[in-house]
């Protein structure tokens, strides 16, 4: 009886041995098969296949879960980027310095937008001189607002900003917000829950409880805009957050950069409020008091340029490559996290090493030690090649500038890293304008006192530099 009992358990283990090999087998083929239909890069569809491969089960959950871009069957519903809205203009006529004509023709074929001349802007350092204008233009708004933020606090900052929305949509402004359904707190989201209490419309950007809805760490709305009246825009890199009011000292302060902008590239920025509106809350914000007739405002040449892992994929990352193919002289860039692929990396090097002086600026620390550590096991081959890298003392700079040959600028929401130019909904704007240059160009110098050598990385100790090289292996997900 028991040497039965013992067969039939042997049995029946095998059995199942063999039909999870079975189940796993399928699964691992059902990976292999979408993978190299719909993953473009080969290093991504390799690491893929060989997780599934390794660990059938584990490997096609993780797939299933972050591996998937289901953005694009609920986008290609509605409008989704600039470039689709019909009321914009469109121009053979260049408007930049003959200088920029190759990039501009380049950067017009990748957004589908033209560079719009006759536009001002101004440049805010932190929330102590940014928030204060953003506010202002909130309580002197007569018709719209639309505000997008990927962090939006319940603290006295975000409840100031929140006032401020309820006064207006009080007053007979209409009003709209956008808040990323991770950066607004995702089991809680207390500003969301404040404004639509008040009445005022507000959305959660890719917020469901159903991992297949929303994948908890992908496909983030990492945007900040506010379009007053379709006249003013306010855009760059502050969220709205007390840790952003560095003059009142808090606990861990950051700094930032924002830029106010009139002209007529307002209209791409509402453009893209009203792109993400559609997405989020399924209405269409079509002219007035939306969209408005805009004049001449200044002398900047200004584009925006939109990132995401659908229509726009990897906009942002292929302007930032032209501009380096198309720089003359000088390339300076600060961003908070720098993790760039093998293509920025190397066109990188290829411009220093043609001579162009690349200087690159990141946190001494920022707020992620896991960046920070696979940064410097990705600094080495630039460095070799003569591109110069600056570290940037605390408090944490969030900052993104890029200027190029004191006239191209670039700046807005999109960090240095595969998460920004591949996962994240971002926005940049192109700014062709010498004193912005300038002042952007001072900016940056300023943090330009301690510059990082082969040496300095080849002191680390032999279990640091396996820890770094370890962590870089994360890269597409940090």
């Given at each position: 009886m028991e040497n039965a009992l013992l067969r039939w358990l042997q049995s029946t283990a095998l059995m199942r041995s063999d039909v999870e090999a079975i189940i796993g087998f399928i699964l691992a083929i059902g990976v292999t098969l979408h993978a190299l239909q719909r993953k473009r890069r080969v290093s991504v569809a390799v690491g893929w296949i060989g997780l599934?491969?390794?660990s059938?089960?584990?490997?096609?959950?993780?797939?299933?879960?972050?591996g998937i871009n289901r953005v694009s069957r609920r986008a290609r519903r509605l409008r989704t980027k600039p470039s689709d809205a019909a009321h914009l203009p469109d121009t053979d006529d260049a408007v930049v310095p003959e200088a920029l004509w190759p990039l501009d023709r380049a950067i017009r074929r990748i957004t589908g937008l033209p560079a719009f001349a006759g536009n001002t802007v101004q440049m805010f350092r932190n929330g102590d001189a940014g928030y204060p204008a953003m506010l202002a233009a909130i309580r002197e708004a007569e018709a719209s607002i639309g505000l997008s933020s990927y962090i939006f606090k319940d603290d006295p900052t975000g409840l100031e900003f929140c006032d401020a929305l309820v006064e207006a949509q009080a007053r007979g402004v209409q009003v709209r917000v956008i808040i990323d359904g991770i950066g607004g707190g995702y089991f809680r989201a207390p500003v969301y829950r404040r404004l639509t209490a008040a009445g005022v419309p507000a959305a959660l950007f890719m917020h469901s409880a159903l991992p297949w809805r929303m994948p908890f760490l992908n496909l983030r709305s990492h945007k900040k805009l506010l379009?007053?009246?379709?006249?003013?825009?306010?855009?760059?890199?502050?969220?709205i957050w007390h840790a952003n009011r560095v003059a009142l000292k808090p606990a861990h302060p950051i700094r930032d950069?924002?830029?106010r902008l009139t002209g007529p590239v307002v209209e791409q920025l509402a453009a893209a409020f009203a792109a993400d509106w559609a997405f989020v809350a399924g209405e269409n914000l079509d002219g007035p008091p939306w969209f408005v007739d805009l004049e001449p405002d200044g002398d900047s040449v200004a584009r925006a340029v939109t990132s995401g892992p659908d229509a726009d994929v990897e906009k942002i990352e292929q302007v930032i490559l032209q501009a380096l193919a198309c720089a003359r002289k000088t390339v300076r860039f600060v961003t908070p996290y720098f993790l760039p692929d093998e293509l920025i990396t190397g066109a990188l090097a290829q411009a220093a090493t043609r001579g162009i002086t690349v200087d690159v600026i990141i946190p001494r620390v920022s707020d992620h030690h896991f960046i920070d550590w696979a940064t410097r096991a990705h600094l080495d081959p630039l460095l070799r090649a003569g591109v110069r890298v600056w570290l940037?003392?605390?408090p944490f700079d969030h900052s993104k500038v890029m200027v190029v040959d004191e006239i191209w600028c670039f700046v807005g929401s999109a960090n240095w890293d595969m998460r920004s130019f591949r996962l994240n909904f971002e926005l940049n704007v192109e700014i062709i304008d010498a004193a912005l240059a300038a002042e952007l160009d001072a900016f940056m110098r300023g943090k330009m006192e301690t510059r990082l050598s082969r040496e300095d990385l080849a002191a680390r100790s032999m279990p640091v530099r396996l820890r770094d090289a370890g962590v870089r292996l994360l890269l597409p997900y940090l």
């Amino acid at each position: 009886m028991e040497n039965a009992l013992l067969r039939w358990l042997q049995s029946t283990a095998l059995m199942r041995s063999d039909v999870e090999a079975i189940i796993g087998f399928i699964l691992a083929i059902g990976v292999t098969l979408h993978a190299l239909q719909r993953k473009r890069r080969v290093s991504v569809a390799v690491g893929w296949i060989g997780l599934a491969w390794l660990s059938p089960i584990f490997g096609t959950a993780l797939y299933l879960t972050f591996g998937i871009n289901r953005v694009s069957r609920r986008a290609r519903r509605l409008r989704t980027k600039p470039s689709d809205a019909a009321h914009l203009p469109d121009t053979d006529d260049a408007v930049v310095p003959e200088a920029l004509w190759p990039l501009d023709r380049a950067i017009r074929r990748i957004t589908g937008l033209p560079a719009f001349a006759g536009n001002t802007v101004q440049m805010f350092r932190n929330g102590d001189a940014g928030y204060p204008a953003m506010l202002a233009a909130i309580r002197e708004a007569e018709a719209s607002i639309g505000l997008s933020s990927y962090i939006f606090k319940d603290d006295p900052t975000g409840l100031e900003f929140c006032d401020a929305l309820v006064e207006a949509q009080a007053r007979g402004v209409q009003v709209r917000v956008i808040i990323d359904g991770i950066g607004g707190g995702y089991f809680r989201a207390p500003v969301y829950r404040r404004l639509t209490a008040a009445g005022v419309p507000a959305a959660l950007f890719m917020h469901s409880a159903l991992p297949w809805r929303m994948p908890f760490l992908n496909l983030r709305s990492h945007k900040k805009l506010l379009i007053v009246d379709g006249r003013i825009a306010f855009t760059g890199g502050l969220n709205i957050w007390h840790a952003n009011r560095v003059a009142l000292k808090p606990a861990h302060p950051i700094r930032d950069t924002h830029y106010r902008l009139t002209g007529p590239v307002v209209e791409q920025l509402a453009a893209a409020f009203a792109a993400d509106w559609a997405f989020v809350a399924g209405e269409n914000l079509d002219g007035p008091p939306w969209f408005v007739d805009l004049e001449p405002d200044g002398d900047s040449v200004a584009r925006a340029v939109t990132s995401g892992p659908d229509a726009d994929v990897e906009k942002i990352e292929q302007v930032i490559l032209q501009a380096l193919a198309c720089a003359r002289k000088t390339v300076r860039f600060v961003t908070p996290y720098f993790l760039p692929d093998e293509l920025i990396t190397g066109a990188l090097a290829q411009a220093a090493t043609r001579g162009i002086t690349v200087d690159v600026i990141i946190p001494r620390v920022s707020d992620h030690h896991f960046i920070d550590w696979a940064t410097r096991a990705h600094l080495d081959p630039l460095l070799r090649a003569g591109v110069r890298v600056w570290l940037d003392e605390p408090p944490f700079d969030h900052s993104k500038v890029m200027v190029v040959d004191e006239i191209w600028c670039f700046v807005g929401s999109a960090n240095w890293d595969m998460r920004s130019f591949r996962l994240n909904f971002e926005l940049n704007v192109e700014i062709i304008d010498a004193a912005l240059a300038a002042e952007l160009d001072a900016f940056m110098r300023g943090k330009m006192e301690t510059r990082l050598s082969r040496e300095d990385l080849a002191a680390r100790s032999m279990p640091v530099r396996l820890r770094d090289a370890g962590v870089r292996l994360l890269l597409p997900y940090l």
